[in-house]
């Protein structure tokens, strides 16, 4: 049992956990089933700086109602893909669960078990606020499932992480990639949370996510390494994996746009009004920095964020100097926006920390 006993922070985090599970109804559901679309004014859903398409052509053509209605709809795209990620990672942890109530330390499975109790409440509340958004537009899930063509990258997640858990007997590799996911989320969260015009309701619900996910986040970091440490040879496979991965994941617009990602944003577009060639047309100018060749402040700031997280992580890595700087210079091309100056003094995010509200 000498691989679990480096599984003691789970002891930890469950005890942080047990203060606010009897409450999930209270801090999610409750306020989910209270928020009232129709009385969302002008208040917004989403960072208006990270709004998809913010500042460009296409963003000026647009009323300010479709404004709005962008503001939102990018908040549900967000929030669904978050759901389903979550509903993703809920299978792939309660697959580790069962490994580790059989072969390791229940008491770490259990801990797995609750994080799969806490995403459950996360994916029903979003769900709530997201049908009644879509219902003040006149839309319904399926409009919005069939805009969001990226849904699929969370089934396919599951899927290989399925497969090679099921070949190693273990999900050490999926352990391993859960960092950046957290952390993609985690930018995007929190600049919603201080976005100064924000639904306070939604706002409340996002906070209460924010606290929970920020724990769920310090099991990735420690579970990580834990977990790399236990992939023996496939240490250096894995972490060229990592770096690829983690160079993928973006907010706002990436030089490494997925043509899955591309549909979404461009479908999005299409759902507040615009014809689809000329969303198609808007997307390309936007990805390719056309109009804007620096994203808007906020955007800037949060793709720093990640980049930087994202080296501080690789820097922990017990790995050879030559494999971590190939996996920074790897993250850093994906990232070549921000990393090219990334020693320049420059507004950076500051999180403090959240209470329950
Ligand atoms: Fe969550
Ligand atoms: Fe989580």
Request: net charge neutral; charged share 25%.
């Given at each position: ?48 700086e990270m709004t998809w398409f913010h500042g460009e052509p296409i963003w000026h053509e647009l009323s300010e109602a479709q404004r709005l209605m962008l503001n939102r709809l990018t908040f549900c795209q967000s929030y669904f893909s978050t759901a389903v990620a979550e509903a993703a990672t809920n299978t792939l942890n309660f697959q580790a669960a069962l490994q580790t109530f059989i072969r390791e330390d229940p008491e770490v499975a259990l801990y797995m078990a ?244």
């Amino acid at each position: 049992m000498a691989a679990a006993a480096t599984f003691e922070f789970t002891r930890r985090l469950q005890l942080v956990s047990d203060r606010d599970v009897e409450r999930l109804d209270d801090h999610f559901l409750a306020p989910a089933r209270a928020f009232d679309a129709s009385r969302l004014g002008d208040d917004l859903l989403f960072p208006l700086e990270m709004t998809w398409f913010h500042g460009e052509p296409i963003w000026h053509e647009l009323s300010e109602a479709q404004r709005l209605m962008l503001n939102r709809l990018t908040f549900c795209q967000s929030y669904f893909s978050t759901a389903v990620a979550e509903a993703a990672t809920n299978t792939l942890n309660f697959q580790a669960a069962l490994q580790t109530f059989i072969r390791e330390d229940p008491e770490v499975a259990l801990y797995m078990a609750r994080e799969v109790v806490e995403e459950t409440t996360h994916i029903q509340s979003f769900l709530i606020v997201i049908r009644k958004v879509l219902a003040h537009y006149g839309l319904g899930l399926d409009d919005l499932r069939r805009a969001n063509v990226s849904l699929s990258l969370s089934e396919r997640y599951v899927q290989a992480h399925s497969l090679l858990g099921w070949l190693r007997g273990n999900l050490d590799y999926y352990y391993f990639t859960r960092f950046p996911l957290n952390v993609n989320q985690k930018t995007v969260e929190r600049c919603t949370i201080d976005e100064p015009r924000m639904h306070p309701g939604v706002r409340s619900i996002l906070k209460n996510h924010a606290i929970d996910e920020a724990r769920h986040m310090q099991m990735s970091r420690a579970t990580g390494k834990v977990a790399l440490a236990r992939l023996g040879l496939l240490k250096t496979p894995a972490c060229v994996g990592f770096a690829h991965f983690a160079a993928r994941l973006y907010i706002g617009r990436h030089a490494k746009d997925g043509a899955l990602q591309r549909g979404t944003r461009t479908n999005t577009l299409a759902l507040v009004g615009v014809p689809i060639e000329r969303a198609r047309q808007a997307y390309a100018a936007w990805r390719d920095r056309t109009n804007q060749p620096e994203d808007p402040p906020l955007v800037r700031a949060g793709r720093r964020y990640y980049l930087r997280q994202m080296n501080e992580y690789v820097d922990e890595l017990d790995v050879a100097p030559r494999l971590r700087r190939y996996m920074q210079r790897v993250i850093a091309d994906g990232y070549a926006d921000v990393a090219a100056d990334f020693a320049r003094p420059e507004r950076s995010l500051e999180f403090e920390d959240l209470t329950r509200s």
